[in-house]
């Protein structure tokens, strides 16, 4: 079961969000190295990088329309967002040291708006790769200016994100949502365990 997180600690079905204590160089020197470590594991030839601007715009397209058929709120909250963002294939590789990565798009409406990374870092035991998609689904107009105009979005800092698993998604309809923006994951292939985005961070690039 995939937790949910938010930016603020709620007594409800919600879980709240974790929060990590390092000092800012010591994360980004740890969130490099696990990265690498993603690197010579996977290879720049992985399908974590997209060949083109238009392989990403379809394999994009494709992903949400996987996850609009097989979830029906999924497919009621495509309707109500003000804008989607849509990872397609995150990779994820651990040794004790692991990291994840993957490009995605940002849709309003059927139109490709921009461009963003998902870059995450863990460390503990694990071993193993897998490969997930995930779609955030961002309901306010305020919570699409933050992740446009915000040098990064780390999952849990920001707008109040959901992660729907089984659980959340019994207690929601499409005329209870409440929070700034839901994700869901899916399409998970490999061996490790377990699948989070809690301090993901989402960035845009050029393409």
Do not use: H
């Given at each position: 079961?995939?937790?949910?997180?938010?930016?603020?600690?709620?007594?409800?079905?919600?879980?709240?969000?974790?929060?990590?204590?390092?000092?800012?160089?010591?994360?980004?020197?740890?969130?490099?190295?696990?990265?690498?470590?993603?690197?010579?594991?996977?290879?720049?030839?992985?399908?974590?990088?997209?060949?083109?601007?238009?392989?990403?715009?379809?394999d994009a397209i494709q992903a949400l329309e996987t996850l609009s058929k097989t979830h029906q709120l999924a497919s009621e909250m495509r309707q109500k967002a003000s804008a989607i963002?849509?990872?397609?294939?995150?990779?994820?590789?651990?040794?004790?040291?692991?990291?994840?990565?993957?490009?995605?798009?940002?849709?309003?409406?059927?139109?490709?708006?921009?461009?963003?990374?998902?870059?995450?870092a863990s460390w503990g035991f694990q071993i193993g790769a897998q490969s997930f998609s995930y779609v955030v689904f961002l309901m306010t107009p305020d919570a699409v200016d933050y992740?446009?105009?915000?040098?990064?979005?780390?999952?849990?800092?920001?707008?109040?994100?959901?992660?729907?698993?089984?659980?959340?998604?019994?207690?929601?309809?499409?005329?209870?949502?409440?929070?700034?923006?839901?994700?869901?994951?899916?399409?998970?292939?490999?061996?490790?365990?377990?699948?989070?985005?809690?301090?993901?961070?989402?960035?845009?690039?050029?393409?």
């Open positions: 079961m995939v937790p949910s997180y938010t930016a603020s600690a709620r007594q409800d079905w919600r879980t709240p969000v974790l929060q990590m204590k390092q000092p800012p160089r010591t994360k980004q020197v740890f969130m490099a190295l696990a990265c690498l470590f993603l690197l010579l594991t996977i290879g720049f030839t992985g399908r974590a990088f997209a060949a083109t601007a238009a392989d990403l715009d379809r963002l849509v990872f397609p294939n995150i990779v994820q590789a651990g040794l004790v040291f692991g990291g994840a990565y993957g490009e995605g798009v940002l849709l309003k409406g059927s139109a490709v708006d921009d461009y963003y990374n998902s870059v995450s992740v446009a105009n915000s040098n990064g979005w780390e999952i849990g800092v920001g707008p109040t994100i959901v992660v729907v698993d089984e659980g959340a998604a019994k207690n929601l309809t499409s005329s209870s949502l409440q929070d700034e923006a839901y994700a869901f994951i899916f399409s998970q292939q490999g061996l490790m365990a377990s699948v989070s985005i809690e301090g993901t961070k989402i960035t845009k690039i050029k393409r």
